[in-house]
Structure formats: C-alpha cells, structure tokens
C-alpha cells in the first residue's frame, strides 16, 4: 500500500497442473503472464512421445556420466521441450534418477524416450533418503536430481539432500535449465536488478501479514511463490 516506495512485485503461482506467474506492480498498474506446465495433463490425455532425444543421441557425443556424482538437474516448468540436450544425456546415462514425484518425472521421461530407475525423494522423507543416497554414492552410482519442475532446492525439495552429500565428500555436479523466477522476471519488463526471491509466503494470514509488513521498506523488485489451493 506504501506506492511511495514503488513495489515491483511477481507472484509465481504453483498449482497442481503447472506454474502460471502473475506480475503485480502496486504502484504502476497490473501485467499478467503465464507459464503452463503440460506434465501433468499427459496423464489424462495421450501425448505424442518426442524420439527426437533417442534419433539424435547416437549421433552427438553424449555428456559424460561420472561414478559416485550427484547431478542437480533442471527440468521444464511449461513446454516438455524446455530442457537441454545435457540434461537428457544424464537422465539417460545415469544409474538412477531422484524424483520429487516419481510419477511427473516418468512422464517427463517417456515423452523424451529415456527408460530410468526412479526413486523418490520429497519434503516426507528427504533426510531418510539422503542417507540411502550418499550409500549409493558410496557405491560408485551416478545419481540424477530433478523435482517435479524447475530447478531442485529451491523452493523444492533436494537442499537437504545436496548437503548432505556435500558433508559426505562427494561430488556434485549442476546441470542448469528452467527457472520459474527467472522466466517470469524475464518477462515482466520490471527492474531485474536488485531483486529479492522470497519462496513461498507464509500460509497463515497474520504471519503472512507480518512478513509482507517487514518488506515495506525494502527496494527492487520482490518474486514470490504461491499455491492457488
């Protein structure tokens, strides 16, 4: 309410089908844009699988897979065609993949043609699975980080994880692709420098209240993450 200060603020909607962002400027009116994850909606309806991936890898000189690495790998947020050509030689190369949901990610994966081992890894059980995990590195096994779209860690599971396996002395190994706060700052047309990334706002109404107050004062633009539900 303070247009004084000038608030440039995105809120990046996170729902069960995909991610849409909503741009809000307090003091300069209302942009709207949307970013639609399709993952999801294969499940209801059958989609035609892209082979592109698998008539091409025998073509290109593929990623090299590492033993006992952790890939941090991102993956679409809208478009299923919105990763890179890195990103599918380590899904397809590595020993297992480690899902937020193990059911997104084999849709993700049947659509490119790569058949993986999936093993999931969410807020429930990351601090029991990583230790599962580092024993797999321990191993010599490659492993494959994704959450269910964007990038693993933020604002999704998959920190905890990367710690610990850090602390294990293991290597660790990020494969960049989408981002839902960069893609709607990209797009917003508002200052992109500074910025402040928040996550997800509390869900209570009077700490949430407290937490926007406590912004008031601050400058550049704020992006946060909401959930619609």
């Known amino acids: 309410k303070n247009n004084d200060v000038g608030h440039r603020v995105i809120f990046i909607f996170i729902g069960r089908f995909g ?9 300069r009116g209302c942009i709207g844009l949307v970013i639609r994850r399709q993952c999801r909606l294969a499940t209801k309806r059958k989609t035609k699988q892209d082979n592109s991936y698998q ?6 000189l593929q990623t090299e897979v590492r033993p006992a690495t952790l890939y941090v790998v991102a993956t679409p947020i809208g478009n299923l065609r919105d990763i890179t050509l890195r990103a599918l030689d380590i ?8 899902a937020e949901d193990t059911r997104n990610t084999s849709t993700m994966l049947q659509h490119h043609g790569i058949n993986a081992k999936l093993l999931s890894l969410h807020q429930h059980n990351e601090r029991e699975r990583s230790e599962q995990i580092v024993e797999r590195l321990a191993a010599g096994q490659s492993l494959a980080l994704v959450s269910d779209a964007g990038t693993p860690g933020i604002s999704d599971p998959g ?12 290597k660790i190994v990020p494969i960049p ?10 797009a ?22 407290k937490f ?4 008031l004062e ?12």
């Open 159 to 170: 920190a905890i994880l990367v710690d610990s396996v850090r602390r294990a002395g293991y």
């Open 177 to 186: 692709g989408a981002s839902a706060l960069a893609t709607a700052l990209s």
């Open 19 to 27: 991610r849409c962002a909503c741009v809000v400027n307090s003091g």
């Open 218 to 229: 601050q400058s550049g633009t704020l992006i946060f993450y909401e959930a619609p539900h």
């Open 91 to 98: 899904l397809a190369n590595v020993d297992c993949v480690i």
């Open 212 to 215: 926007l107050e406590s912004l």
């Open 188 to 209: 917003s047309g508002m200052q992109s420098i500074p910025f402040m990334f928040h996550g997800f706002l509390p869900v209570k109404s009077a700490a949430r209240k």
């Open 55 to 60: 008539q091409r890898k025998t073509h290109l």
